[in-house]
């Protein structure tokens, strides 16, 4: 079912002629599928079904086949997120917004650019806040930032408060106390993520994020920790900010509509 700005905002297109009757319906019911060359389909319902925008990753796609998707996303003025770019995808894409004189938001510390076709969800009641270890975790916090700011959410950051120093938590904690959700991604031990859930009283998301080395290193360390947390945490994959972000977001946007 599509959300109340959701489906005023097709309603209004269907009412300038921008979309057409068949297009109108597609996305109200969030079943609308674009195949793109015979490649890829894009789930352009998916943020009127499940609340959750269409992300497109670039890691594994040769720059002419981001540049298919891409076009065809922007061709349908769908807002377009893309995911773990590197410097040709960011080629590709500041190409074709150039051409099509479309905005573009890069976030280079998450890897990440927003093709800015249409407006964004409009900023909500729910708050997350995204916490890291170490400073090398921030490119994953950075992705489930820009996820969770897309879906409306206000979001709160904390960078660099790992275990080694803990006494640089507990300041950082009493400016992020008002938020719904945390996210903590953390690698190495992983420690951080049951030490928050130790604190608040909200949920907490437990990341671990591939920045150990040696044994059990690449985030398995970390990951293996905080399924073995005895403080109560959610757990995602390994790097998986997309995710956490996207999960936060949900929580911190039905508990702020009360």
């Not at 590197?86 to 990440?112: L, S, Y």
Request: glycine share 12%.
């Amino acid at each position: 079912m599509a959300s109340k700005h959701r489906l005023r905002e097709v309603l209004q297109g269907l009412k300038e002629g921008r979309i057409t009757l068949d297009e109108a319906a597609r996305m109200i019911d969030g079943l609308w599928i674009e195949e793109v060359e015979g490649m890829a389909r894009l789930d352009l319902g998916r943020t009127t079904r499940c609340g959750i925008p269409e992300v497109i990753l670039a890691e594994g796609k040769s720059p002419s086949q981001l540049a298919g998707i891409v076009r065809r996303a922007t061709e349908l003025g769908q807002r377009t997120i893309v995911s773990r770019l590197g410097p040709e995808h960011a080629r590709v894409i500041q190409e074709i917004c150039d051409e099509e004189t479309i905005p573009v938001i890069w976030h280079e510390k998450a890897g990440m650019a927003v093709i800015a076709c249409s407006p964004g969800t409009p900023p909500g009641n729910g708050i997350v806040a995204i916490i890291t270890a170490g400073t090398s975790d921030q490119k994953v916090a950075e992705e489930a930032r820009v996820i969770a700011e897309e879906m409306g959410c206000s979001v709160r950051t904390a960078y660099d408060l790992g275990a080694a120093g803990i006494h640089r938590l507990f300041p950082a904690l009493k400016r992020c106390l008002d938020a719904h959700v945390f996210v903590v991604a953390a690698g190495r031990e992983g420690t951080l993520p049951a030490v928050v859930a130790g604190l608040v009283d909200r949920p907490v998301i437990g990341v671990p994020v591939s920045t150990g080395y040696g044994y059990m290193g690449e985030g398995r360390a970390a990951l293996a920790s905080m399924l073995q947390s005895c403080a109560v945490i959610a757990v995602v994959n390994i790097d998986a900010g997309f995710v956490a972000g996207a999960f936060a977001a949900r929580i911190a946007s039905m508990v702020g509509e009360r």
